[in-house]
């Protein structure tokens, strides 16, 4: 009974543990794994990212010099990121914003 | 006295997934428990057949929500053996340390839902607190909480720095402190006692004779651990293989209690001898024989067959997960017992439905 009381009493006094969300936002970690961000001013349009992405979720398109990604199937697992030789793809530890519809999202090169 | 057939599962509220027990009552005391599972089979192991072999580690990962970092362990291991790549010894200790994290993720993971099971609720959500700590250093890591995809043909993607391990550490250290908290409740506790001992007894016998894995076997007093055969980097660590002889609920719960701080041991011993150097070696060319990989998941052995044929996907891949070999025990526990000790039961053995089906 006297464990219990100290522990009501700590209770009492300790900060909440959990976090007011939409005022207060989880902070990441600098590895976490977020969101793909794609530059398209280096990018050589070769298609390494395509072949290796394990969900199929990325597309090029060499002749139109167009890069797509379908956010509905990327598991982010990070290894586009790995292969890119031009380093265009970097990975984000900021959350993904809720997307508007399910399309590719799709980045055309303008020279 | 007539019989009643009452279906437990696929959707129960103790059980988050697909499993479906027919349970045969005479009165309220079980007779026998028929199982029937196949509901959520999503065809894995043929995927692996289609996509790059080096793809194949991320389909594996995904065959379990808990355990998937020694999913794409032991894939990762068999292929390596079927290439002879032999990866640098930092990378093996890497693996090591982060089974070990995922190891005591999914146990305390386990103890939050048997305390669900028996309507303990409060204790069910300190545990899981307990469980985002460690699951903040699996994100620090590697930047994800479960799905941790840190395993890659010649070794691991991800490295640690002098930072992480200080935060390992430290972490582990505060946690060993507060579960002792939770340990207390758990072993001492009237009501929970109550609620596990002398529930699901399962004979060392019987649980040799039905090949019980994992914590359950260890619960009914036999030093199975496949850890001792020393893959990896566990060779080098000095553990012995932790067992209790109350043969019942309450053995289990013990082992996987004490398993949770003989992680922590093992992460600090490998902390203190990891090695410096590569992390991982380029891999050339194809692999072409087969090889059977196991290796000792927090819920028993796994067991993956892997077959190639010099292309670049696998032509055979078979998945033995631990809870398709507990599922024997489980009906050998359910006959004698009470219906309201069906879920307690059902959730020492650690059911992994997802694993299971693949």
Known sequence: MANMLNIVLKNFLKKPKTRLYPLKERDSFERTRHKIHFETADCIHCGICQRKCPADAIKVNRAEKIWELNAYRCIICGECVNVCPKKCITMLNKRRDVAENKKYISIKKVD | ?358
């Open chain 2, 1 to 358: 006295m007539a019989k009643t057939v009452i279906p437990f599962g696929p959707q129960h509220p103790v059980l988050p997934e697909p499993l479906q027990l027919k349970l045969v009552l005479e009165d309220d005391v079980v007779v026998e428990a028929i199982p029937a599972i196949g509901y959520v089979h999503r065809g894995l192991e043929k995927l692996t057949e289609l996509k790059d072999y080096e793809q194949s580690v991320y389909i594996v990962e995904r065959v379990c929500g808990i355990c998937s970092f020694m999913h794409s362990m032991a894939y990762t291991r068999g292929i390596e053996s079927i290439m002879n790549i032999q990866i640098p010894q930092r990378a093996e200790y890497i693996r090591t340390i982060l089974a070990e994290i995922a190891r005591v993720q999914s146990h305390l993971l386990w103890l939050g839902l048997l305390a669900d099971s028996f309507g303990f609720e409060s204790l069910f959500m300190e545990t899981w607190r307990y469980r985002e700590d460690i699951l903040d250093i699996m994100e620090m890591i590697t930047g994800n909480r479960v799905i941790i995809s840190a395993n890659k043909v010649g070794g691991v993607t991800k490295d640690f720095t002098d930072e992480h391990i200080k935060f390992i550490l430290d972490t582990i250290n505060r946690l060993e402190e507060k579960i002792k908290d939770v340990e207390n409740v758990f072993l001492n506790n009237y009501t929970v006692k109550q609620r596990l001992a002398g529930i699901g007894i399962l004979t060392p016998e019987d649980a040799r004779e039905l090949g019980a894995l994992g914590p359950i076997a260890k619960g009914s007093g036999i030093p199975l651990d496949l850890r001792t055969t020393g893959y990896s980097a566990y060779k080098y660590l000095d553990f012995e293989p932790i067992v209790d002889n109350h043969c019942d609920s309450y053995g289990r719960t013990v082992v996987r209690i004490k398993e949770i701080y003989q992680s922590f041991q093992l992460i600090r011993q490998a902390i203190s001898k990891l090695p410096s150097g590569e992390i991982f070696i380029p891999v050339k060319g194809l692999p072409n024989g087969e090889v059977i990989s196991r290796l000792e998941q927090p819920r028993g052995e796994a067991i993956y067959y892997i077959k190639t044929n010099g292309t670049k996907t696998l032509s055979r891949l078979k998945i033995r997960t631990p809870t398709f070999a507990n599922i024997p025990t489980l009906l050998k526990m359910l006959p004698g017992s009470r219906l309201q000790d069906v879920p307690v039961i059902v959730l020492t053995i650690d059911p992994c439905i997802s694993c299971t089906e693949r």
